[in-house]
């Protein structure tokens, strides 16, 4: 893979050599649509064909778990172009496009089966300027893909950097975006349970499986509120998110109804007052254990903190609230399905961090049987833990673009 990567990086620098009076033409550079196509090659594979209009630094890979061909433009704008428009080929699932850090576009196109990247080229029309990446694929087994999927603990590597640039995932310089990930429950508080599995545990495995994703991503440091079955009050996972310098902390739940069948995941930002009587309810009872325990943290503000907490949401509400909209995107495109209404709100002690954008997903509910079966299923937590990294890395675009307008 270190071969093609230098031989596509080597390519890249080629062909902005050839296209240097192009970089200076005037305008965003747009991707053409009606001249681009991901389709079938007729004895296996497929062929991806995107015409832009003036030449880019880009990168072509793979990412397996699951598998999936990206490709990264610098200042491409992609606005408005309906993914399912170019997708012309059974051989992908579906197609995202989206933003992986300012400045940058990316094409993500999920396999339905293993295929490896065999060629990739740039070619620019000496008369228009207009550029034609041209990627081939061709079909492999499993064991090939993985011995050939990229290696992006750092996702800028090959990719020059345009001036005034900012590599940043972060609003407040160049550092890595530190994610605090709260499996919940844990210990002597096993959560929801249904046949025999407990909620505790299921989050704790997909927990580790969403730090692994994001570290194989880049950009992200993740830290665990814990990494065994124990029991941590939801006061000690706050204060692990402040001790660790979080930027985000997600709490991953997976909930079980007393009565009735729900599906989907919804996403869950602070209020005061809960969205609905069942937002309200679940609140309660994630909440329940801890004060059992003797440590509600709802009692433990005077005056004075309740004014700073109260300063501090109104800087990282709108900031939670747009995180919960990028994840909830994300896990749509990622697994399919999402809650009826995903974004919600309610007076979770967990999401009581005031000065870190905060969010609580219940990924799916253990007391529907179908539910259970995805979440024992690790492709679909494979899945799921991308459709996170997705919107991770969506929020965290916005979030550095709009951080310097929050300063004034």
């Known amino acids: 893979m270190s071969s093609l990567r230098t031989w596509t990086a080597a390519l890249v620098l080629a062909v902005l050599a050839q296209v240097g009076f192009a970089q200076d033409l005037p305008g965003p550079v747009r991707l053409d649509p009606r001249n681009s196509v991901i389709q079938n090659r007729l004895f296996g594979g497929a062929n991806v064909d995107l015409t832009l209009s003036k030449g ?31 997708l012309d080929s059974g051989r992908f699932s579906n197609l995202h496009l989206g933003a992986p850090r300012p400045g940058w576009s990316r094409l993500t196109a999920r396999m339905a089966r293993p295929m490896i990247v065999a060629q990739s ?27 050939r999927a990229g290696d992006v603990q750092d996702p800028n590597r090959d990719l020059p950097v345009a001036n005034g640039a900012q590599p940043s995932q972060t609003g407040s310089g160049t550092r890595l975006l530190r994610v605090v990930l709260d499996p919940g429950h844990g210990g002597l508080d096993p959560g929801a349970e249904a046949d025999g599995t407990t909620e505790a545990r299921l989050m704790l495995t997909l927990a580790r499986e969403v730090k692994e994703t994001l570290q194989r991503a880049g950009g992200f440091e993740v830290i665990l509120t814990r990494d065994s079955d124990v029991f941590i009050s939801l006061e000690a996972r706050v204060d692990i998110a402040h001790d660790e310098g979080a930027d985000v902390f997600i709490s991953l739940h997976a909930d079980a109804l007393e009565e009735g069948v729900a599906t989907g995941a919804s996403v869950y930002t602070l209020a005061e007052t809960a969205s609905d009587a069942a937002s309200a ?17 709802t009692e433990a503000d005077d005056r004075l903190t309740n004014v700073l907490i109260e300063l501090a949401r109104l800087d990282n509400a709108p900031r939670s609230r747009a995180l919960s909209g990028h994840l909830v995107t994300g896990i749509r495109n990622a697994v399919g399905e999402v809650y009826k209404h995903p974004q919600r709100q309610a007076g979770f002690s ?21 539910e259970l079966r995805k979440l024992r299923d690790p492709m679909w937590r494979a899945n799921m833990a991308a459709g996170i990294r997705d919107g991770l890395s969506a929020w965290a675009a916005e979030d550095a673009a709009t951080s310097q307008l929050r300063r004034r």
Do not use: C, W
Request: hydrophobic share 45%.
């Open 56 to 86: 880019v630094p880009y990168r072509v890979y793979t990412l397996g778990q699951p598998n999936r061909l990206v490709i990264d433009f610098e200042d491409v704008d992609l606005g408005g172009v309906d993914p399912d428009a170019l």
């Open 121 to 147: 080229a740039m070619t620019i029309d000496a008369g228009t300027g207009k550029a034609r990446l041209h990627v081939r694929l061709d079909n492999a087994d499993q064991t090939d893909f993985d011995a």
């Open 350 to 370: 967990v999401l009581k961090a005031a000065d870190i954008p905060s969010v609580l997903i219940e990924v799916a509910f253990l007391s529907t049987s179908g």
């Open 281 to 297: 309810a679940l609140a309660q009872r994630h909440d329940r254990d801890n004060l059992l325990s003797g440590l509600d943290l």
